[in-house]
T-cell receptor, first 112, second 115 residues
């Protein structure tokens, strides 16, 4: 158990819909990272927050957004969902940027 | 543009022998390298890391070697055990173009340790 929690574990929705994925980092970790793992692309970095502020952006679509709240939990919002958005979404946390990241169990999103 | 490459999609090893997993990178700004292990339906688990100022880091059965001139790192598992069977991801981070400390992952190597 990495100490990072993610909800829900599974999510099935339809194209065009909007979903919110939630992540609680390990106690004391200030950095939260979101990654997408699809079958052919491997693990792709989406976005990073540090103590409530956006720190880095990766291959994140404009339809996707995220935020980190004062209690340090983070939410990833995916809107206007397409079939190709079906993937595993992982959240990771670390004490500070640059240190090893600890991953949650992931949310499996299926868009039908 | 794949900056971290794991050219072997799979590796099969006998129990008790050494497993060597390889990784190459292209971005010279990377200064921190990590190995993760992943079982199906679980998140990646951090195994071991190495800073670019070192060429070797050891933790129990796991040793990571870094050859900066060749932009190559490897993970050695000795002795290999059936429970080591999983997908192993190589990852790298560094302050590159403002994208501070995101991890760039390779596509993974599936290790199978046969009893």
């Amino acid at each position: 158990d990495s100490g990072v929690t993610q909800t829900p574990k599974h999510l099935i929705t339809a194209t065009g819909q909007r979903v919110t994925l939630r992540c609680s980092p390990r106690s004391g970790d200030l950095s939260v990272y979101w990654y997408q793992q699809s079958l052919d692309q491997g693990l792709q970095f989406l976005i990073q927050y540090y103590n409530g502020e956006e720190r880095a952006k990766g291959n994140i679509l404009e339809r996707f957004s995220a935020q980190q709240f004062p209690d340090l939990h983070s939410e990833l919002n995916l809107s206007s969902l397409e079939l190709g958005d079906s993937a595993l979404y992982f959240c990771a946390s670390s004490v500070a940027p640059g240190q090893g990241q600890f991953f949650g169990p992931g949310t499996r999103l299926t868009v039908l | 543009d794949q900056q971290v490459k794991q050219n072997s999609p799979s590796l099969s090893v006998q129990e008790g022998r050494i497993s060597i997993l390889n990784c190459d990178y292209t971005n010279s700004m990377f200064d921190y390298f990590l190995w993760y292990k992943k079982y199906p339906a679980e998140g990646p688990t951090f195994l071991i890391s190495i800073s670019s100022i070192k060429d070797k880091n050891e933790d129990g059965r796991f040793t990571v070697f870094l050859n900066k001139s060749a932009k190559h790192l490897s993970l050695h598992i000795v002795p290999s055990q059936p429970g080591d069977s999983a997908v192993y991801f190589c990852a790298a981070s560094g302050n590159s173009g403002g994208s501070n400390y995101k991890l760039t992952f390779g596509k993974g190597t599936l290790l199978t340790v046969n009893p």
